[in-house]
């Protein structure tokens, strides 16, 4: 159980969960993306949007494990709208595949959480020869939000309400070392360090939510793009860090959030009226906090955003 409950502004605390920060909402009319939905805060997510009515789409690398996390909402929630389509975000081939498969079957997107995420020891690269955390927890979700955009402005548009694009980041961006992205910089072996590779990709994060937050207020698009926290949770993103989860469980297990609780902030920003027409922001517990320096860099965003267009062959 976190110890630490003290409210926010919005209303919630560290401890409030995804249940209680979309109580009493109907989401019946809305459709939402959930990236990396088979285990841990995504899985959770989808199962809360689920039982407040969303039409789910989980976009999941494993679909047998997406199937058994769709039946487990089912038992629960028998009338909830949940698809499985698979989706391996270290493959831009794939995220192509996925986009054009949404695109074509006609349904709307009133959500986008860019919750997937990876944590690996040893440097790897992706199927597209790029580090792995870089490609898998931002330019696969940079490209997928870049080829769903069009379909959330007509959504948006059409049914007169507003989109939400989340990115699920981590005060882990903190570590990131670098204060600048290139491919040398990112796909240098040499100096790699997973900590800082993981802190990179999840400041990208951020920066990728301002940047586009930008553009869509420049645009004059009805949708916000926010990027959060989720809290300390140990999840199966931690899968190949056996000591490290270990310690936790043993030593932290009275400050480590449960995964109602991470998936609380993702819920918040995906249903709740009080963040109507917020935009470029970082959450934390349900509230706005600070993120670093460098994350609220609107010239490190730009800079990144141009790279990411790059290295996704993007316009």
Known sequence: MWIFGRKGESGFSASSTAEEVTDGINGSCLTAIVTGATSGIGAETARVLALRGVHVVMAVRNTDAGKKVRETILEETPDAKVDIMELDLSSQASVRDFAAKYRSSGLPLHILINNAGVAVPKFTLSKDKIELHFSTNHLGHFLLTNLLL??????????????????????????????????????????????????????????????????????????????????????????????????????????????????????????????????????????????????????????????????????
């Not at 989720?230 to 999840?235: A, L, Q, S, V, Y």
């Not at 027409?277 to 970082?282: F, K, L, M, P």
């Not at 517990?285 to 600070?290: A, H």
């Open 150 to 315: 069009e379909t959330m402005k007509i959504t948006s548009h059409d049914q007169k309400v507003e989109g939400r694009i989340i990115n699920v980041s981590s005060n882990g961006h903190r570590f990131a070392n670098k204060g600048t992205f290139s491919v040398n910089q990112i796909n240098d072996e040499s100096s790699y360090y997973h900590v800082y590779a993981y802190g990179q990709s999840k400041l990208a994060n951020i920066l990728h939510a301002n940047e586009l937050a930008r553009r869509l207020k420049e645009e004059g698009v009805n949708i916000t793009a926010n990027s959060l926290h989720p809290g300390f949770i140990i999840t199966e993103i931690f899968r190949d860090f056996t000591i490290f989860k270990v310690i936790c469980n043993a030593i932290l297990r009275h400050v480590v959030k449960d995964i109602s609780q991470g998936a609380a902030t993702t819920c918040y920003l995906a249903l709740n009226p009080n963040v109507k027409g917020v935009s470029g922001e970082y959450f934390c517990d349900s509230n706005l906090v600070k993120p670093s320096l460098k994350a609220t860099d609107p010239e490190l965003a730009k800079e990144l955003w141009e790279l990411s267009l790059t290295l996704t062959n993007s316009e």
